[in-house]
């Protein structure tokens, strides 16, 4: 699970077994944050919205911006969703993570050496950025 700014850079990265729900890694992610600031908004797709990780986040002051379930009965305020659309920028900084072969397939056997690759992928992309 990787969280990013407004710009796309990486802030955040977590990584773990395919089986748990995205909805509970959204705090190891926020756990693992390379800055100590939250951030001020969170986007997702339809699997975080849950009114259990709308409440945790609102303790920490972070709003959700997620669509609604088929199945939702209280629906959010369309004018969130418009930020919706900026996720994009998410799914390009995957994009960037999956041009590096040792996070496209995972080759190392413990999970703290794949981290350990994702983290360095995140760093070259980050001073990919700045170098211009």
């Given at each position: ?59 920490l ?8 379930r088929r ?9 969130p ?52």
């Amino acid at each position: 699970m990787i969280m990013v700014d407004a710009s796309g850079m990486p802030l955040a990265v977590h990584t773990c077994s395919a089986r748990p729900a995205e909805v509970t890694l959204v705090q190891d992610t926020l756990d693992a944050s390379f800055g100590m600031l939250f951030p001020e908004r969170l986007i997702g797709d339809k699997a975080y919205d849950s009114d259990g990780l709308d409440a945790e986040l609102a303790t920490l002051g972070i709003e959700m911006i997620a669509p609604n379930r088929r199945n939702r009965r209280k629906t959010q305020d369309g004018r969130p969703l418009r930020r919706y659309r900026r996720r994009w920028k998410a799914e390009r900084t995957i994009a960037w993570l999956q041009s590096f072969r040792r996070v496209r397939t995972r080759d190392e056997v413990k999970a703290d050496n794949f981290l350990g690759m994702v983290q360095l992928a995140c760093i070259i992309i980050l001073l990919r950025a700045i170098s211009g």
